[in-house]
């Protein structure tokens, strides 16, 4: 295999989590990953009802007609029970990954065990931190440790265009690396902020140009090669503590939905019966016509909360997946094109 350098740099494209985070739409971001379940919940539904009194006000749809409100009403409770059913269908799924026999329960303990000896080898601890946020902090401080060793040791690399390319890349990768200390500080050390933080870390980025560097070198010294591999361990023991965090946060957000999804489901369908008996009368609403508006549109609100709490909890939960969903050095968010490394078929292998 040969390659050849491109005008890229090998500098991370997202060196900086900080200046990448301020860069998006923090307003969508807060939507997306930041923001509080049940305060999305609670503003979502605040929009839902507001808009049913404009709508009213503007005379777009009214409140006055029994058999259109109560045919609304009767979809409304096919609707909540169907959500129901599938939330619960959810967390049946989720429980049944709990459920193992003893055998595949140690496999499980001992993978976990495992990791958690590498990580002890690799940083030099005689236990890993139980807390997630302690365990990330120790893997970042050991892959900046390593970065600037790495940088240290191509100091006498005899190619002075590979050297100053690989040093700039270790550079990177240790400056990146403070960002996680930075981050963890202003968001501070729950289970999702500390995913939150590993999913923006670029990783799988830094292991595939580590690993590029490390082979396209027509010649290194024991200890610089010692310290690509360590380099490249330690970036595999952050990937697997990322998708660990995510594995076990992603259960926990799962199941507390679907907790919320009954405790909103039960409220929601008894809104819908209530609209059902206040337009039960023959001759429209059994209360005065001036309050039909705010009382069926406040009842209304209340059957769509567990739909507006599944797209606050599912929207959080897709967008974590989604920015986490490579396996290795595999960017599939990068086109074909980017560089900074053009690798192309050797003829003489």
């Known amino acids: 295999m040969s390659s050849t350098e491109n005008d890229s740099s090998p500098e991370s494209p997202s060196n900086d989590i900080a200046q990448r985070s301020k860069s998006r739409n923090q307003v969508l971001e807060w939507i997306l990953i930041e923001g509080n379940r049940l305060l999305i919940t609670v503003g979502g539904s605040a929009m839902i009802f507001v808009l049913f009194l404009l709508l009213s006000h503007y005379g777009v749809i009214a409140f006055t007609n029994e058999n259109s409100v109560t045919r609304m009403a009767s979809g409304m409770i096919a609707g909540t029970f169907s959500l129901v059913t599938l939330v619960v269908s959810v967390n049946q799924l989720i429980l049944s990954q709990e459920f193992s026999p003893a055998g595949d329960f140690r496999d499980r303990l001992d993978g976990v065990l495992d990791f958690r000896q590498d990580v002890e080898q690799m940083a030099g601890v005689p236990a890993t931190p139980a807390a997630p946020s302690q365990i990330l902090l120790l893997l970042a401080t050991a892959i900046q440790h ?62 595939y140009a580590t690993k590029h560097l490390r082979n396209d070198a027509s010649s290194l010294s024991e200890e610089t090669a010692q310290n690509f591999d360590d380099l490249i361990d330690l970036l595999q023991l952050f990937r697997i503590a990322q998708e660990h965090f995510k594995t076990v946060y992603l259960q926990r957000e799962l199941t507390r939905f679907s907790q919320l999804t009954i405790y909103c489901g039960i409220p929601a369908v008894l809104a819908a019966v209530l609209i059902t008996v206040l337009y039960g009368d023959i001759g429209g609403g059994t209360i005065a016509v001036m309050y039909l508006p705010y009382v069926t549109s406040f009842l209304a609100t209340l059957v769509f909360v567990p739909l507006v709490l599944l797209a606050a909890y599912i929207l959080r939960t897709a967008t974590l997946t989604r920015r986490s969903a490579a396996i290795g050095p595999i960017l599939p968010q990068k086109d074909s094109n980017e560089g900074p490394f053009e690798v192309s078929y050797n003829e003489n292998q």
């Open 146 to 207: 390593r970065a600037n060793s790495l940088a240290t040791a191509l100091g006498d690399h005899d190619d002075e265009e590979y050297r100053a390319r690989a040093v700039q890349f270790a550079n990177s990768v240790a400056e990146s690396t403070e960002q996680i200390d930075k981050s963890l500080d202003q968001t501070g050390e729950t289970a999702f902020d500390t995913l939150s933080v590993a999913v923006n870390y670029d990783d799988v980025w830094q292991l």
